[in-house]
Structure formats: structure tokens, C-alpha cells
């Protein structure tokens, strides 16, 4: 198996423009998913492969990859986007998925 | 529209077992691989394990594998998590979610949607 190492806290500026980061050994082979996650609600996807949003999802929220590491970066953050962020990915196994610590996002 | 709905959930004794359902809707339930997630309060996400559209494989997370069996019946549209053994650190709400993929469906997978998630409590 394999580890996704998360910032477990960062902090952004309402409307300033803040970077996530996911880095694990796996995301060299696997692309990342990321989570939104409210207190007491279900986590929701908000990108995954190379830069795929949902539908639904605000052209705010934007990915990236490279090496070991992925990014999902909030261009002109809103209170809303106030949230636990977790990353995903397969681990170097392939059979077996792995999530990150999880990042708590607070909009200042 | 496309749903996920557990139940099954509770207190439970260490050493007891319980069976956790995901009702799923609006979707073609038998073409999708599924997955159970739990969080421990107050902390992050943990994969349990992933079961194939037709059964025909599951993958655990060592911290379950061979307590926890994962299943399905297509014919009902649910999904199963049977726990055995249960132990203080499988206290957590446990989440059924889909597994979509893209490309080769290999290294390319995301979960979604999610459902709303339901409490175990393992406490004597």
C-alpha cells in the first residue's frame, strides 16, 4: 500500500486564490480525485483525473498533477468553499484505494 | 436521480457483528463497482473496500480484511458490509459510493455520488 500526505490546515483570503496539494508515491501512476467535505454532510467530488470538474461544480475549482504530487487550486475563493478537502487515488498496489489526511480549509 | 442510501448502522459490543445495506437508485446498479468508506469522528477518510459490477471481486483495506465482507445482489440494487469482530477502532460512519472511471478505467477512478452515510458505534 501506499500514503497521500495532505496539509491538514490552510487558510486563504475571500477571494485570493489558494493551492491544495496531495503527494504520494501512487500518484505517479494513478490520478487524483478530490472531496468536499462539509461538517455533517457526505464528502462530494469537486475534480478527478487530469482537470475534470463535475457538473456543478464552479470553473473556480481547477487540478493539476506533476510527478508526485497533485493540486487542486481555488481561484477566488468563496465563503462557501469553506471545507475539509480530501485526495484519492489508487494505491501502487492498483487494487486497493487510498485517501489522504484530509485538508481543512478556512476562507478568512 | 442517482441515490445512495445506507442503513444498518449502531451500537454494538467489541466481538459482534453487524450487517451494513446501500440501497441504490436511479442508476444501473449492476454495471458499477462499489465501495464502503468509513471516518472515525473527527478524522479523515478511510477506503474499506471495493467489491466489481458483478461480484466477481473485492478488495479490503488491511485494517479489515478478514473481519469485513463486502457484497452485492444485483437483482435487489444493493450492496453489503458484513463486520465481524468488531473492535473500538471500527467506530465510524460508513459511506457506500459508486465507483466511476474514465480512459482505461484503470488509473483513472473517482466516487460518486456518495451516500449520506451511517453510524457504527463499537462500545461495550
Known amino acids: 500500500s501506499s500514503e497521500l500526505t495532505q496539509d491538514p490546515a490552510v487558510s486563504v483570503a475571500l477571494g485570493q486564490t489558494v493551492r491544495i496539494t496531495c503527494q504520494g508515491d501512487?500518484?505517479?501512476?494513478?490520478?487524483a480525485s478530490w472531496y468536499q467535505q462539509k461538517p455533517g454532510q457526505a464528502p462530494v467530488v469537486v475534480m478527478y483525473?487530469?482537470?475534470n470538474r463535475p457538473s456543478g461544480i464552479p470553473d473556480r475549482f481547477s487540478g493539476s498533477s506533476s510527478g508526485n504530487t497533485a493540486s487542486l487550486t481555488i481561484t477566488g475563493a468563496q465563503a462557501e468553499d469553506e471545507a475539509d478537502y480530501h485526495c484519492?487515488?489508487?494505491?501502487?498496489?492498483?487494487?486497493?484505494?487510498?485517501f489522504g489526511g484530509g485538508t481543512k480549509l478556512t476562507v478568512l | 436521480q442517482v441515490q445512495l442510501v445506507e442503513s444498518g448502522g449502531g451500537v454494538v459490543q467489541p466481538g459482534r457483528s453487524l450487517r451494513l445495506s446501500c440501497a441504490a437508485s436511479g442508476f444501473t446498479f449492476s454495471t458499477y463497482g462499489m465501495h464502503w468508506v468509513r471516518q472515525a469522528p473527527g478524522k479523515g477518510l478511510e477506503w474499506v473496500a471495493v467489491i466489481w459490477y458483478d461480484g466477481s471481486d473485492q478488495f479490503y483495506a488491511d485494517s479489515v480484511k478478514g473481519r469485513f465482507t463486502i457484497s452485492r445482489d444485483n437483482s435487489k440494487n444493493t450492496l453489503y458490509l458484513q463486520m465481524n469482530s468488531l473492535r473500538a477502532e471500527d467506530t465510524a460512519v460508513y459511506y457506500c459510493a459508486r465507483d466511476l472511471c474514465g480512459g482505461n478505467c484503470y488509473d483513472e477512478n473517482w466516487f460518486d455520488p456518495w451516500g449520506q452515510g451511517t453510524l457504527v458505534t463499537v462500545s461495550s
Open positions: 483525473g487530469k482537470n
Open positions: 501512487s500518484l505517479r501512476s494513478f490520478y
Open positions: 484519492n487515488s489508487r494505491d501502487s498496489s492498483g487494487n486497493h484505494w487510498v
